[in-house]
């Protein structure tokens, strides 16, 4: 009977209290945790790689051909071609290790991102919503915002492994393509300008994420929704531009917003940024900034109303 009763009686726990902020990384720690064990998810990122391959040895074979132009026709897997041609069709991606190679790379790499994020917001926040888990969640020592703030952080992990990551080793390989020493002291800025990016990236999406997830909470209306904001909204906008030959019309494309605010952060001059026109720099800041008001504005409505359950 003793030894039963040890076994029933209440064992308090031994280790050292680290308050609620402990709990947002834990809480974005379990959440990628969820989302490791999706086999989608690795069929996503094997997509994002072969982005980021395909920049990577386009890179190496600019510089090869830059090297093979004495003769107008190279020799490529063994087929001649045309070696204008095949420069012209590279040119176009900006492969030179500049501002635009960067902000070209997260362009392309935001398609696969999109349906990445889709799928990390039903999972991560739709999921406590329509299953009930948030009030577990809030009844424990941890605030609303500390909730937001673990969710966004694993959102943040997922967006910057896509995007800023493998920027930075391009950035790093072009330096050893080129004359690295002259390349690392002048493109300095270059770097930063792809930290900074990707932080615009991580605070924007990471909230919208949030946002969509707690409206739909079901991963097929995420997934349309996005690729609405992402795939409509940049057609609707060139037609607007063609039709009325106003650039501000760009704006509502979101993710040309987030490209602008991007290049801005890389220093780029706006007159080579294609496709022309662009609304300027500051609007496009603005535009943004007002999406994150409106989306953490929505969120505090939304997570304010969830019953506590003590």
């Not at 190279?74 to 991606?93: M, Q, S």
């Amino acid at each position: 009977m003793a030894q039963t009763d040890t076994l029933l009686r209440y064992r308090p726990w031994r280790g050292v209290p680290q308050g609620p902020w402990q709990a947002a990384v834990a809480l974005a720690r379990v959440s990628l945790k969820l989302l490791i064990r999706r086999r989608l998810m690795w069929g996503l990122f094997a997509l994002a790689l072969l982005v980021f391959f395909f920049f990577f040895y386009a890179q190496y074979l600019v510089v090869w051909i830059e090297n093979q132009l004495a003769t107008d026709t190279i020799r490529f897997a063994g087929v001649p071609v045309n070696a204008k041609n095949l420069t012209r069709f590279l040119d176009r991606l900006s492969l030179n290790g500049t501002e635009h190679t960067f902000g070209n790379f997260i362009w392309y790499q935001g398609y696969v991102l999109v349906i990445v994020l889709a799928l990390a917001g039903s999972v991560l926040i739709g999921n406590d919503f329509f299953h009930g888990s948030l009030p577990f969640y809030l009844s424990k020592p941890i605030g609303r915002w500390h909730y937001l703030l673990g969710k966004s952080l694993a959102v943040g992990v997922l967006i910057n492994l896509l995007t800023t990551v493998p920027a930075m080793v391009l950035w790093v390989q072009a330096g050893l393509l080129y004359d690295w020493q002259t390349y690392y002291f002048n493109n300095l800025s270059l770097l930063l300008g792809i930290i900074g990016y990707g932080l615009v990236l991580t605070v924007t999406l990471s909230v919208l994420v949030m946002a969509t997830a707690v409206w739909l909470r079901r991963t097929v209306p995420l997934a349309m929704v996005w690729m609405g904001l992402f795939a409509l909204l940049p057609m609707l906008a060139g037609w607007l531009v063609d039709a009325t030959k106003d650039e501000r019309w760009r704006l509502i494309d979101l993710w040309n917003n987030l490209y602008l605010c991007g290049l801005s952060c890389l220093q780029t001059d706006h007159a080579t940024i294609r496709p022309a026109p662009q609304p300027d720099f500051g609007l496009a800041w603005i535009a943004v900034g007002l999406v994150v008001v409106v989306c953490l504005a929505y969120l505090r409505r939304r997570i304010q109303a969830v019953e506590i359950v003590a």
